[in-house]
């Protein structure tokens, strides 16, 4: 096979040590291997990139084995190119595995040009995607400790859960704090509620009835710490990710045009008639026109703040789902081929599995458990919106298919918007008439026609006009 890289290194990564293969291709075309072990240290790491440089070698490539190809990416990023290769495309033939063998096997498959490296975001994007990852692991764990108070309060025979739709409210947190300090009388616990939840002052006085012990104070007072804790954790991250998105202002620039030169969302003309952006409606169910100065700029001239706001116009879409979006996938739509390449990067599209000539199964494959998760929540937000094309599709496939393959291709759907709306830096626009397409119409009336036949009904179908 061709020769691709003439210098090129494998490595084979562990938590405590790295096995390298340099393999060198001299002006004869004879071909010369070097094997050399490293520990993962900062000063050995070192060591390995004074000494590929020093070979001149072209590129090298590694598996993504957890987290411990993250040093070596850290030394090596910038100086040769780097190849993160997943793992399960360079399996070698089983048998007579050691690590030495796996380091040739990578370098060779490097050589002749079989491996393609892994999406790897660029440091700044790495850096808020650590961030809005750890902001969701500690919304999950108060979500978790929120559980565990009402598991508590349960135990106590304290049914505050079935009358206060949230328990962490001002008035539930009122009575909270009161059962607490020690008020055990039920009417003047009930009558710290405020706003609506006055009129249910009896059914209150009634849930606040239980047997309260020592322990089960002293279970709720750690709760609730937790809870305040967890909530002020969430707000330093979130100010720290808002921070590195927020662009400062150009100090050459005067103040009076820093806001006129960045085309924003709610600045769209809604006189703009509804069309397709280069995809098919029914697969993207929007339209992203805007004013021919935003859909001329280049991508790199999409700032974090305005992707947001673009974000932002599509149903479902709030300001922290749309940062923990932006901080998966980037600003930058170019690196995808196409909406349906995203797709199938996030593993939000029915997976091939065929034999036979049969498709065996469609689930979907393992992507982005970050990136997946976000946009199920975004499709629950989208299907419970009124008066849009997102809600009427999932409503729709539902119907069919179950609430679970409903959110996901809601989700895919919401994927493929995504990717339009960033590639021509245009917000989202809603069909003038969201609930059925013709196409769609036409599919449901021969469907509907179908299940009378079934039942023994014939039945002709006549125009509107005509039918009255």
């Known amino acids: 096979m061709k020769i691709l890289y003439e210098r090129c290194c494998g490595i084979d990564v562990h938590k405590k040590m790295v096995v390298v293969c340099l393999l060198l291709l001299d002006a004869q075309g004879r071909q010369s291997k070097e094997m050399r072990t490293y520990r993962t240290v900062t000063r050995e790491l070192l060591l390995l990139r004074d000494w590929l440089v020093a070979q001149g070698c072209q590129q090298v490539a590694m598996e993504a084995t957890g987290v411990y190809w993250k040093p070596v990416m850290n030394v090596l990023e910038g100086h040769v190119g780097v190849l993160v290769v997943n793992a399960q495309h360079i399996k070698a033939v089983p048998g007579r595995k050691t690590d030495v063998r796996d380091a040739e096997w990578i370098a060779e498959l490097l050589q002749h040009g079989l491996l393609s490296g892994s999406f790897i975001p660029p440091r700044d994007q790495r850096e808020v995607r650590e961030l809005t990852r750890y902001r969701s692991s500690l919304v999950q764990e108060r979500a978790r400790t929120v559980n565990r108070l009402q598991k508590t309060l349960e135990e106590t025979n304290i049914k505050l859960g079935d009358v206060a739709t949230d328990i962490l409210g001002k008035s539930a947190?009122?009575?909270?704090?009161?059962?607490?300090?020690?008020?055990?009388?039920?009417?003047?616990?009930?009558?710290?509620?405020?706003?609506?939840?006055?009129?249910?002052?009896?059914?209150?006085?009634?849930?606040?009835?239980?047997?309260?012990?020592?322990?089960?104070?002293?279970?709720?007072?750690?709760?609730?710490?937790?809870?305040?804790?967890?909530?002020?954790?969430?707000?330093?991250?979130?100010?720290?990710?808002?921070?590195?998105?927020?662009?400062?202002?150009?100090?050459?620039?005067?103040?009076?045009?820093?806001?006129?030169?960045?085309?924003?969302?709610?600045?769209?003309?809604?006189?703009?008639?509804?069309?397709?952006?280069?995809?098919?409606?029914?697969?993207?169910?929007?339209?992203?026109?805007?004013?021919?100065?935003?859909?001329?700029?280049?991508?790199?001239?999409?700032?974090?703040?305005?992707?947001?706001?673009?974000l932002c116009s599509i149903p479902g879409i709030s300001r922290r789902a749309a940062e923990a979006i932006l901080a998966e996938i980037g600003r930058d739509m170019t690196r995808f081929p196409s909406a349906h390449h995203l797709a199938s990067w996030a593993g939000m599209c029915p997976g091939n599995h065929e034999s036979a000539g049969k498709r065996l199964s469609g689930r979907t494959r393992k992507g982005s458990p970050w990136l997946r998760t976000m946009l199920v929540e975004v499709a629950h937000a989208a299907a419970h919106s009124k008066h849009t094309a997102l809600s009427a599709q999932y409503h729709r496939i539902a119907a069919r298919r179950g609430a679970k393959r409903a959110t996901i291709a809601l989700g895919h759907t919401i994927l493929v918007i995504i990717y339009h709306v960033l590639q021509e830096q245009t917000p989202y626009r809603e069909f003038a008439n969201p609930d059925l397409t013709d196409e769609q119409r036409q599919v449901l009336?021969?469907?509907?026609?179908?299940?009378?036949?079934?039942?023994?009904?014939?039945?002709?179908?006549?125009?509107?006009?005509?039918?009255?």
């Open 173 to 310: 947190r009122a009575m909270l704090e009161g059962l607490l300090a020690g008020q055990s009388d039920p009417e003047q616990l009930a009558g710290l509620a405020r706003g609506r939840l006055k009129a249910k002052r009896g059914e209150l006085a009634e849930a606040l009835v239980g047997t309260l012990q020592a322990h089960h104070r002293f279970l709720l007072q750690e709760h609730l710490a937790h809870i305040d804790q967890l909530d002020q954790a969430i707000g330093r991250v979130t100010r720290e990710i808002g921070a590195r998105l927020t662009p400062e202002p150009p100090p050459d620039l005067p103040a009076e045009t820093d806001d006129a030169s960045l085309p924003v969302a709610s600045q769209a003309d809604d006189s703009v008639p509804a069309a397709s952006p280069a995809a098919d409606p029914s697969s993207v169910l929007g339209t992203c026109e805007a004013d021919d100065s935003t859909a001329q700029t280049s991508p790199a001239s999409l700032t974090w703040d305005l992707a947001i706001v673009l």
């Open 445 to 468: 009336q021969k469907r509907l026609l179908r299940r009378l036949e079934k039942l023994g009904f014939h039945v002709e179908v006549q125009p509107p006009s005509h039918a009255a």
